[in-house]
């Protein structure tokens, strides 16, 4: 099962393939505008040509669309252990500020000015102008492709302190790197950069047949179509394949943010009372499934469901899904432990909702370990609570999207005693605010 290391590593190169996508885009756009026209005799204007791109230029676009497509991770740096919090720091820190859109627009005209400091190659003529435009697209980039997981951006911050959730996309989509590389790889790079391209292609798939990540039917078809998109690519002139690339990528991810509202409008229907959040990961490779957990409650009980969601039921049920072993592959399932874990789900099973297991808890518990310092900073994060009272008064608490009751990066520890209260809390909204009252 892999790490969280190793989903870290993945994640980044999912941005990575953005940033170059960007740059070559960028690229091909420079290599279709005009240069400044020029008198060939007295009276006789040279027509518009586009001038020649660079080896020099290129190398720069690719560089700096893969730093600013990574830049806003740079909060890995400082988040936790640097400011004495643990787990905490990094569940507070991390998509913190610098996934803010203010923090992502300075920092991309930082980059920008340093691409200005050290490449002589993009400091006049139309590159100048284009390099901006890649940089600050780069760290936007990021913030949207961290959006459209479950795990949330508040790209708002000053003005609105919210997590903000797409539920659409898996946090590494394999239809994402299999639109990306090859057409990347067919461009102009380095011997290097096409080797890591080609790496990073088989890995991809190597993954999708090893990892039990996805089916064995859905890794074959990934197998075959990473071949035949390599073949029409390599047909296809170079104007012609990025802007196909381009438009399969967001092809992909729109068809992603339609199923996940399928497949929450499902749930709504199923749940008409007491529905507080709908929690959905797409399957990887499969957009029409998604593991999904339903977060309830009344005045006196809170209730954590997992089930398997079929976003269209007519094209594909939710008994042939297999989202919830996709998401237990990468994120770890859940243990025994925190009031005895899951039970099975009472509710019965539809053609568009596989119920699986829920834990419920009094909702009174919540609301009192909420007046702890310490709680309340972590469920600055944690979106999906759950929690055990020990009877000295020590409490654990974990985030049900990522399992519970081990020793995973959402699972916190609080002594009987609550000590001095965490420092450089960020101010965001606790995702179950509405939840941490009795009004």
Request: aromatic share 8%; charged share 15%.
């Amino acid at each position: 099962m892999p790490g969280p290391s190793f989903r870290a590593f993945m994640d980044n190169v999912t941005h990575a393939l953005a940033g170059l996508l960007l740059a070559d885009l960028t690229v091909r756009l420079l290599e279709r505008t005009p240069s400044m026209p020029t008198v060939a005799s007295p009276g006789v204007v040279a027509p518009l040509v586009a001038a020649p791109v660079t080896p020099a230029v290129r190398r720069t676009a690719a560089v700096l669309g893969v730093v600013a497509a990574e830049f806003p991770d740079l909060d890995i740096l400082y988040s936790g252990p640097v400011l004495g919090m643990g787990k905490l720091g990094y569940l507070l820190h991390h998509r913190g500020h610098t996934h803010t859109l203010l923090l992502a627009i300075v920092a991309g005209v930082a980059l920008w000015g340093l691409a200005l400091l050290f490449a002589r190659s993009v400091r006049d003529g139309p590159a100048r102008g284009a390099m901006l435009g890649l940089a600050l697209a780069g760290t936007l980039s990021h913030i949207a492709l961290d959006f459209t997981n479950s795990y949330g951006v508040h790209p708002f911050w000053p003005v609105v302190n919210g997590w903000f959730y797409g539920d659409a996309v898996f946090i590494v989509e394999p239809w994402l790197w299999v639109l990306a590389i090859p057409p990347l790889l067919l461009g102009q790079r380095s011997r290097v950069g096409r080797v890591l391209l080609g790496l990073g292609l088989v890995a991809i798939l190597a993954a999708a047949w090893l990892l039990g990540v996805v089916p064995k039917p859905l890794a074959a078809v990934l197998t075959v179509a990473a071949f035949a998109w390599l073949l029409l690519m390599r047909a296809l002139p170079v104007t012609l394949r990025l802007s196909l690339a381009l438009g399969a990528w967001l092809g992909f991810e729109s068809l992603s943010f339609a199923t996940s509202g399928a497949a929450r409008a499902a749930v709504e229907r199923a749940v008409p009372d007491g529905l507080h959040d709908v929690v959905l990961t797409a399957a990887a490779g499969n957009p029409l499934c998604f593991d999904a957990i339903v977060v309830e409650a009344d005045a006196t009980t809170y209730r954590a469901s997992r089930a398997i969601v079929a976003a269209w039921p007519t094209v594909r049920a939710a008994s042939d899904c297999s989202a919830a072993a996709s998401r237990e592959a990468v994120f770890g399932g859940a243990v025994a432990g925190l009031r005895g874990g899951l039970v099975p789900s009472p509710r019965d099973a539809s053609a568009a909702i596989r119920w699986r297991q829920e834990w419920v808890a009094p909702r009174a518990e919540l609301i009192t370990i909420a007046r702890r310092c310490d709680v309340r900073a972590g469920l600055g994060f944690i979106r999906v609570p759950v929690w055990e009272i020990a009877a000295d008064g020590a409490v654990r608490l974990s985030d049900l999207r990522y399992g519970f009751g081990g020793d995973g990066f959402a699972d916190l520890a609080f002594p009987a005693e609550v000590g001095a209260c965490p420092s450089f809390v960020p101010p965001w909204t606790a995702p179950r605010a509405a939840l941490l009252s009795t009004r």
